[in-house]
């Protein structure tokens, strides 16, 4: 891997201001996607290193809270400009290690660095409040304080932005922070880590855990010097860790599953479904939990919805990130390989049509072809499960009741889509939507000045915008005698 910065490639793990392997040597090979060559070694740390973090992160939290907002922002902005100044590096350690496309990996990036840029402000804000007491010869005062230590388990599909989405507001708000990245994808944590440090923020403030998750996230959400824990990945592990959470009662964020409905009526710019469809779906090769799941076309357009689309997913080109005009990369591994060729297999077989795609890509990494699914009906797995991957089902449906039936019939609630033109319909279709963000004839939502999060099996409170230090700070009530 050529960086202009060799530095950021850390094999090591970032504890208390120190660079350290595993107590036991122990080390986790991590590979590239696209070609299954290795990217390198992290160490398999487990229960006794994260537990030496913890205590380094409350060590370290004592003196981080006495720092004003203002120190701390100012020391956010300055990881915010290391990191764009990297911005091309940590690009490359993404693309090699998650497998998008560099275009992609530079985005986010950039995405990133705007949660540090957006919380180095927020956390001047945190106002508390005085309020008219209801007995003479008090004052009624609240406090915002920071809750502690932090701990982060994060996935692999947004290696960076994942990171530095929870950090930020934990770092703003005076808080320090564990994080835990995914085993497939741990350089772009540790590169941003690396970063942090030569920003200035002082040692043991923000800390990086490689290895076991099983015995990481135990310690993480079992040890009672952690004080919030912020979990962005499957819905059954989010379960499994708010379980072991609620024995130290813990403040818990959980960015969880997601099956997002595209709906598109008749009176949609269809050219503007189309694409918005093609980057809601295929955007990291269809593994973000915000994607397209379902795409419900109105009968009315249904068929010319799929004349166009099919033409726009054989545009996709799927290649390795690298290379110059590929906008698919592979899917994480030969496991999501196998479960998109399980998924089409079953559409096919209850009278689904492939009609772009279907394929396991004929390329040396874990490539699935892009893929459309027509005529996709209910009783098809893909009308239920999460695919989070590049197969696009769609779907027709009759008129509004219709829409909102289908739309609403799963257990997740995080992103839903809808395109038309009906100012009424609008309004009408977002308050029956059960769902934490609604995209209305757009396709991107996520933007750190703006909650992002769901509801029901999707988890629990939200991130990025105003909201999101909230769950980083306890409220504290002075009751006084004047
Ligand atoms: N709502 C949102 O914003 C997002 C939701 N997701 C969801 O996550 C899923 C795909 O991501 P994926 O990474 O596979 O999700 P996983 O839940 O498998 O992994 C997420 C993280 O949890 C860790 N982990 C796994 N098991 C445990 C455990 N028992 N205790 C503690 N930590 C554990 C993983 O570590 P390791 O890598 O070592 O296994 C990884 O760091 C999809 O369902 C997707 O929808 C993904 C991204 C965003
Ligand atoms: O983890 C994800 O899937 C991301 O949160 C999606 S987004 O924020 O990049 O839209």
């Not at 094999?11 to 990217?39: F, K, R």
């Not at 409350?58 to 004003?68: G, H």
């Not at 593994?287 to 009968?299: D, F, M």
Request: contains cysteine; proline residues 4%; glycine residues 10%.
């Amino acid at each position: 891997m050529q960086l202009k910065n060799p530095d950021l490639l850390r094999h090591q793990c970032l504890i208390n201001g120190q660079w350290l392997s595993a107590t036991e040597g122990g080390v986790i090979e991590v590979t590239n996607p696209a070609n299954g060559e290795l990217v390198g070694v992290v160490p398999k740390m487990g229960k006794a290193e994260t537990a030496v973090a913890i205590e380094g992160a409350n060590v370290a939290f004592q003196a981080w809270r006495e720092y004003t907002a203002k120190e701390r922002g100012t020391l956010l902005r300055k990881w915010f400009d290391l990191i764009m100044a990297n911005q091309a590096d940590l690009a490359l350690i993404m693309t090699i290690e998650q497998g998008k496309p560099l275009a992609e990996s530079m985005g986010e990036i950039a995405f990133a660095a705007a949660y540090v840029d957006w919380f180095a402000e927020e956390g001047k804000r945190v106002y508390g409040d005085l309020i008219p007491a209801t007995q003479r010869n008090r004052q009624l005062v609240v406090m915002k304080e920071p809750v502690g230590v932090c701990a982060a388990v994060t996935p692999w599909n947004f290696p960076a932005a994942m990171i530095t989405r929870k950090a930020a507001p934990a770092l703003a708000a005076g808080c320090t922070i564990v994080i835990k990245p995914a085993s497939q994808t741990p350089f772009s944590a540790l590169a941003l880590c690396y970063l942090a440090e030569q920003a200035g923020i002082p040692a043991g403030v923000i800390n990086v855990v490689t290895g076991d998750s099983g015995a990481i996230g135990t310690e993480l959400s079992t040890n009672p010097t952690v004080r919030k824990l912020s979990f962005t990945g499957s819905t059954s592990v989010g379960i499994k860790l708010m379980e072991q959470s609620a024995s130290t009662v813990k403040k818990v964020t959980m960015e969880l599953g997601g099956n997002a409905p595209f709906i598109v009526f008749n009176d949609a710019d269809l050219d503007a479904a189309v694409e918005g469809a093609i980057v809601s779906k295929f955007r990291n090769s269809g593994q973000t939990c915000v994607c397209a799941n379902r795409i419900l076309v109105q009968e009315g357009v249904y068929e010319e919805f799929i004349k166009r689309f099919t033409i726009a997913v054989n545009a996709l080109k799927l290649g390795n990130g690298m290379e110059p005009g590929v906008t698919s990369g592979p899917v994480i591994d030969a496991k999501a390989v196998k479960f998109m060729t399980a998924l089409v297999d079953d559409a096919k077989a209850k009278g689904g049509k492939i009609v772009a795609g279907g394929k396991v890509g004929d390329l040396p990494g874990t490539f699935f072809e892009p893929t459309l699914v027509a005529y996709a009906s209910e009783d098809m797995r893909v009308a239920k499960e999460e695919i989070f991957g590049p197969i696009a089902p769609v779907f027709a449906f009759k008129d509004e009741a219709d829409a909102i039936r289908l739309a609403n019939d799963t257990e997740y609630g995080l992103a839903c889509y809808l395109y038309t033109n009906d100012n009424k319909r609008i309004w009408k279709m977002s308050s029956k939507l059960e769902y934490g963000m609604v995209g209305i004839n757009v396709s991107l939502v996520a933007t750190e000045v703006a909650p992002f999060g769901g509801m029901k099996a999707s988890g629990v409170g939200r991130e990025g915008s105003k909201y999101g230090i909230d769950d980083y700070l306890e409220i504290k009530y002075l009751c006084i005698e004047t």
